[in-house]
């Protein structure tokens, strides 16, 4: 199920509160700047802008840049409700005078995909699609939902992996998010502990994930696999253009997983076994 966090709150992620200050602050700060001049007339919230600056900073150096530039007054930030109880942070240029009504446009479009029937209804296509696409990587599944495996029971905490799956002997313990946020960083060590515990190899399937984490998953014999866009339930193609076309956000409707993410699936689970032997 959907919470709070996946979505947006004023309050600082730990990743933002708990990172030391970064030399690519400045740099984040200079260009969301740029970005946000030259769509002055446009508001936006700060998911958003994550999103869109994640090909070049991690999310929480995008926020700090963001708050720091409010901060310092080159831009204004205004925290909304999107649901009762569940704020909302947007940020503009100051020469935009006519805000509200954009923002309210925003906040209404970010209302449909975040209701927690629909965040559900994403989870359950996540998981379809990568059900449907691991037997053509290879893969069986041997079990859903479960925290334990052959001998060892994962009793730490109240956790569960979504699946374990075999491929050539190697067994994985799998991990779907099709979410836009990053997987939760202590939901991220936890399930990687469990793997271990598990004696499993982890396989994290994630519309994105920073390359930190990364790193983790593949020193621990694993794989990340990043899908790139989050995947909207079949049947909401028009919302999910109007969020492409409006948020420019990165999500789409499609059956399946690409024949070429499936291919890039498979040459990573070959380059972990070679170079990863055991997890």
Not at 70 to 93: D, Q, T
Not at 164 to 180: A, C, D, F, M, P
Request: aromatic content about 10%; overall charge neutral; hydrophobic content about 40%.
């Amino acid at each position: 199920m959907a919470t709070v966090s996946e979505f947006d709150t004023p309050d600082a992620d730990l990743e933002v509160i708990e990172y030391k200050r970064d030399e690519k602050i400045d740099e984040a700060k200079a260009a969301t700047l740029t970005f946000l001049r030259q769509n002055s007339r446009n508001v936006f919230y700060e998911r958003q802008l994550t999103v869109i600056f994640e090909d070049r900073y991690f999310h929480w150096i995008t926020v700090k840049a963001l708050l720091e530039l409010v901060e310092e007054g080159s831009i204004l930030s205004e925290v909304l409700e999107l649901a009762s109880k569940v704020p909302i942070r947007l940020f503009r240029m100051k020469t935009n005078r006519y805000w509200k009504r954009q923002a309210a446009q925003v906040i209404k479009l970010v209302r449909q995909f975040s209701a927690p029937d629909f965040a559900r209804a994403i989870g359950l296509q996540g998981e379809l699609l990568v059900d449907a696409a691991l037997p053509l990587a290879g893969f069986n599944v041997i079990a859903r939902n479960v925290n334990s495996f052959q001998d060892r029971l994962w009793t730490q905490t109240g956790h569960n992996l979504d699946r374990i799956v075999e491929r050539q002997g190697s067994h994985y313990g799998v991990e779907i998010k099709n979410t836009l946020p990053y997987i939760d960083r202590d939901e991220f060590r936890i399930k990687l502990e469990m793997c271990s515990f598990l004696r499993l190899r982890p396989l994290f399937v994630s519309r994105m994930a920073p390359k930190n984490y990364n790193f983790d998953i593949i020193q621990q014999g694993g794989i990340s696999w990043i899908l790139g866009s989050q995947h909207y339930p079949f049947g909401h193609d028009e919302l999910a253009d109007s969020v492409q076309r409006e948020l420019h956000l990165p999500v789409i409707c499609r059956a399946r997983i690409p024949d070429g993410d499936i291919a890039r699936l498979v040459k990573a689970t070959h380059w972990v076994l070679r170079h990863r032997p055991t997890p």
